[in-house]
């Protein structure tokens, strides 16, 4: 069965404290994975696009990288503003799968 | 460019009733996907239409049905309403299928 899963659940990070999150999939014919930000009542806002594994994407404090299993979301000296919930999900033909996501909270 | 909108925002509607939800896709896109998120289940995937035809379809009843028109602007139904169908539903839009999609800010449908 396709699947994607994220840990953890939930996490909490001093600002400038690094860390990162995961993403484990089992997707046939994975044409691509997704990383998405989603904040409180609003929709998922798009981050990356991985393609094949060791690809590396970057944005400000974000780096996404794929492997054949994985996806890591690693955020470098994090700022209160990176507070949001972080989804990926993982496509096919014909499904989009999302994993349930990941809470980060960034206090100061 | 403007993003995509949905219509309405917010919903209150009793059980059995029927909902139509709308969504207008960035321009130029002519994929639009529906999801429904819960805070149990996360964001599933309901439908996807291009060019007016459904082309994928998620593990809904058939109470959830939608429809493109020839402008890519989309719209979702629910019939029959039942109490977990209270969620946050949105609709993304891409220029192809799958591929990188834009989400809307989501309509919120509570069923009492």
């Known amino acids: 069965e396709d699947q994607v899963t994220q840990s953890p659940e939930a996490l909490r990070l001093q600002e400038g404290e690094s860390s990162s999150l995961n993403c484990s999939y089992t997707?046939?014919?994975?044409?691509?994975l997704f990383w998405y930000r989603q904040d409180p009542g609003k929709g998922p806002e798009f981050l990356f696009t991985?393609?094949?594994a060791g690809e590396e994407k970057e944005k400000e404090r974000l780096k996404a990288t794929l492997t054949k299993k994985e996806s890591f979301l690693h955020i470098t000296a994090p700022k209160p503003e990176d507070s949001a919930t972080y989804l990926c999900?993982?496509?096919?033909?014909?499904?989009?799968?999302f994993g349930t996501g990941t809470r980060l909270q960034v206090f100061p | 460019k403007a993003g995509v909108t949905q219509t309405p925002r917010y919903l209150i509607k009793t059980r059995g009733q029927q909902v139509t939800l709308s969504c207008s896709p960035i321009?130029?896109?002519?994929?639009v996907s529906w999801y429904q998120q819960t805070p149990g289940q996360g964001l599933q995937f309901l439908f996807e239409?291009?060019?007016?035809?459904?082309?994928n379809k998620g593990n809904f009843p058939g109470r959830f049905s939608g429809r493109q028109f020839s402008n890519s602007r989309s719209e979702m139904n629910v019939s029959t309403l039942e109490l977990g169908d209270s969620a946050l539903y949105l609709c993304?839009?891409?220029?192809?299928?799958?591929?990188?999609?834009?989400f809307g800010p989501g309509t919120r449908l509570l069923v009492l």
């Open positions: 993304a839009s891409s220029l192809g299928g799958f591929e990188t999609q834009y």
């Open positions: 997707v046939s014919g994975l044409r691509g």
């Open positions: 991985l393609y094949s």
């Open positions: 999900a993982g496509y096919n033909t014909d499904k989009l799968i």
């Open positions: 321009s130029g896109h002519r994929s």
């Open positions: 239409y291009f060019s007016e035809t459904q082309r």
